[in-house]
């Protein structure tokens, strides 16, 4: 299939891998920042393949993983109330708050419904006037604009009875965060290539410049990634810092415009907590005052609701890069996708449950790898 | 349904008569009996169930039997390809031939919600005939119950079937033995990305049909050649990787199979690409993964792809000597990873 055959080819990847241990003499820590990208290095399987001096850790960028428990157990109690269609990415669901996950809302007798685009949550308030109809705003700068055109199209509309619960975080923020973080070890990163196609990648000098890091903008594709870490090999071996664009085919330096004034309009930037890394500044997305009466927190009344992150969980450390999956003691035992206890097990793009669901314990080819995957 | 001897037939319940199904259809008096008379009667037309029996009286042909049962719930209820009662029908149909079974007889209940569209329930049931005559089955025996408005979603139905078993081999998962090529008879995901499509209005340049069809022939045919068949498992929901994964669990030996060798058409593959699926997890209905002896592969193949039959079938891995139970799966780009059974559907990626 056109388009998607040609990065994954395998003559290709062989030759972009020897590229890359021809030119990696020393070892380098680099951070994949999207967990689409995570999924597509595991599911390849491009970290066995890559020198064993390369070491990929994986980032924050998987919108189920970050997004607060506080910010679910506010879901959960607005989709328990009576009345509330609460619509949300699929994903979401499963993920557990304090005491419960929206799922178990469901089954209790919550209308709870799975949506694949934002505005399908228009026709869903349109055909229910009498019934408050609520959307679960998550997401990085991928989903911020469809978001946005939602709350826009509502206003338009004179919609009184839709509203959206804003989850929306920032991806560079969060790359400063762990860049300035005690012990930090990530000499580069492979930025989001979607992320970029609509916020393009200008934001990421000031990144370079001050921290000295290589950033790549890279696609999702093995080919990509292979490209995407070599460029970042050849900066890092070199004494290079800077961005640059693996991903031309879908991203201009200066990204969607389009986009951004949709984004422009409805949002503004707040200071947002992220499950795993805390209260970051300015790494959220919140309604601007002209649409303020679209905000299920204040419709609900339920923007006092806090809650603390379970300690069991290691799921921070991973999201940062500080560990890998295996390193937790519960991996597979006690947190399963069946019976997760954070995040990044829930998530198909979480971390953990990417290792879990690819590179399950007791196969020749992890053991193979052992010496690098493992501790 | 296509166009063919059986769509020209018209409802024989005079529409203006009973346009819905009525709680009394289901209430055991004058009402019931005429749609059963009228409708699966008229529509399964054959001997055993036109003597109007409690139940099915028959000999066998075999003193090795299958006898198998499933449920159907699928919404939407007529997708591309197919229709709840093709589904019924194959669906079973093909759970008998995984055992080695020639199908014989089939029975279905039929759970209807009241105000259904009599006229719906005519074609489907029609629909069932035609899958029933495809795959050589009676529908001999069946049950009727109509339930509150509200309390079904339109029609469920439930089939269960009988099988004769003509050979003496054992076909299971059990059976499987290191060396064993593993062959499937055509590409995958077809089903549950039609269903998906049609389900959530997702529209694409074309429409994905289901792949729903009877396998029943395919491994009669196979077993006429004497192909020594060590397993078969149509892969249904959870798809090829949770069959495969379930049948390497079983046999205790590493199930290995090859990305760029499993077929999945453009359209499929395109769906998934945009909805963040893996087309080896995505359901299917007229899928089966075959495990027989390595030097009977190439035979097996050249019997599924006989007169066009499965154009498409493909040897697309093995079965290793390592006891550790898992499936791998070469990637395209050519390393090794796990094939795990997902905990439960399929979501599209967010971002």
């Not at chain 1, 920032?170 to 492979?190: D, H, Q, R, T, Y």
């Not at chain 2, 359901?283 to 193949?301: D, H, Q, S, T, Y």
Request: hydrophobic share 40%; proline share 4%; charged share 25%.
């Amino acid at each position: 299939m056109r388009y998607v055959d040609e990065f994954r080819d395998h003559e290709a990847a062989v030759r972009y891998i020897r590229q890359i241990n021809r030119i990696t003499t020393r070892e380098w820590t680099i951070m994949e920042v999207c967990g689409g990208q995570t999924h597509a290095i595991l599911k390849s399987g491009i970290d066995q393949l890559i020198p064993g001096k390369i070491n990929l850790l994986h980032g924050p960028g998987c919108p189920v993983c970050v997004t607060a428990v506080e910010l679910i157990d506010r879901a959960i109690a607005i989709a328990s109330k009576e009345n509330v269609i609460f619509c949300s990415f699929g994903d979401m669901l499963r993920v557990p708050g304090s005491s419960k996950d929206l799922i178990s809302v469901r089954a209790e007798g919550g209308d709870i419904r799975t949506v694949y685009a934002p505005t399908d949550t228009i026709r869903i308030a349109y055909e229910n006037p009498d019934r408050e109809v609520v959307f679960f705003g998550i997401g990085f700068e991928t989903t911020a604009p469809a978001n946005a055109t939602l709350v826009y199209q509502a206003r338009q509309m004179n919609l009184k009875n839709l509203s959206i619960l804003m989850a929306q975080v920032l991806i560079p923020p969060a790359m400063e965060a762990i860049l300035s973080a005690p012990g930090n070890n990530v000499k580069g990163f492979l930025a989001a290539g979607h992320v970029c196609s609509v916020v393009g990648y200008d934001d990421y000098e000031h990144i370079v410049s001050k921290y000295n890091v290589p950033i790549v903008v890279t696609g999702f594709e093995p080919l990509d990634i292979l490209q995407g870490i070599y460029m970042t090999i050849a900066q890092l071996e070199e004494g290079r810092a800077e961005v640059e664009n693996q991903y031309r085919r879908a991203v201009r330096r200066e990204g969607n415009i389009t986009a951004q004034k949709i984004m422009g309009e409805v949002f503004n930037v707040v200071d947002r907590r992220w499950r795993g890394l805390g209260l970051i500044e300015k790494s959220g997305l919140a309604l601007i005052h002209k649409y303020a009466e679209f905000d299920a927190e204040i419709r609900f009344g339920v923007e006092q609701l806090t809650a603390e992150e379970s300690t069991e969980c290691i799921s921070g450390l991973i999201l940062q890069g500080k560990k890998k999956p295996y390193d937790c003691p519960v991996f597979g035992s006690l947190c399963t996708p069946e019976y997760p206890l954070g995040a990044t097990m829930v998530s198909s793009e979480g971390a953990c449950a990417a290792y879990y669901r690819y590179r399950k314990e007791g196969t020749e080819s992890i053991k193979q790898s052992g010496g690098k995957e493992r501790p | 349904m296509s166009d063919n001897e059986y769509s020209g037939l018209s409802c024989p319940i005079p529409i203006s008569e009973y346009p819905h199904v009525l709680l009394a259809h289901g209430g055991g008096g004058k009402l019931m009996h005429q749609l059963i008379e009228k409708i699966f009667t008229a529509a399964f037309a054959n001997p055993m169930l036109e003597t109007a029996h409690d139940g099915a009286v028959f000999k066998a042909d075999s003193d090795r039997l299958a006898f198998t049962t499933d449920s159907y719930v699928v919404d939407p209820l007529f997708f591309p390809g197919g229709d709840i009662g093709k589904l019924a029908v194959d669906g079973t149909v093909n759970d008998l031939a995984m055992c080695g079974a020639r199908p014989l007889y089939l029975s279905c209940g039929f759970i209807i919600e009241e105000g259904f569209s009599m006229d719906s329930l005519w074609k489907i049931a029609l629909s069932m005939k035609q899958a029933a005559d495809e795959a050589k089955v009676s529908i001999v025996t069946g049950d009727t119950k109509v339930v509150d408005k509200g309390r079904g979603h339109g029609l469920f139905i439930n089939t269960a079937g009988i099988g004769s078993i003509g050979h003496d081999l054992t076909i299971a998962p059990s059976m499987v033995q290191p060396g064993d090529a593993v062959i499937v008879n055509g590409d995958i995901g077809r089903h549950g990305m039609a269903i998906m499509a049609h389900r959530e209005s997702l529209s694409f340049e074309t429409t994905i049909e289901s792949d729903c069809a009877p396998l029943a022939d395919t491994v009669m045919r196979l077993l006429d050649e004497d192909i020594e068949i060590h397993c078969l498992r149509d892969l249904t929901r959870g798809g090829l990787a949770a069959s495969l994964v379930e049948i390497a669990s079983v046999s205790g030996y590493r199930i290995a199979v090859e990305e760029s060798k499993i077929p999945v058409v453009d359209q499929v593959r395109g769906a998934c690409e945009i909805l963040g699926f893996d087309p080896t997890y995505v359901a299917n209905e007229g899928r089966m993964v075959i495990f027989v002896p390595k030097k009977e592969a190439e035979k097996a193949l050249a019997v599924l792809r006989d007169q066009g039959l499965w154009p498409e079938a493909a040897i697309i891995g093995r079965v290793g000597d390592e006891r550790t139970g898992i499936v791998t799966m070469k990637s395209l780009i050519g390393a090794e990873r796990i094939v795990d059974m997902l905990s439960g559907e399929q979501l599209p990626r967010i971002c």
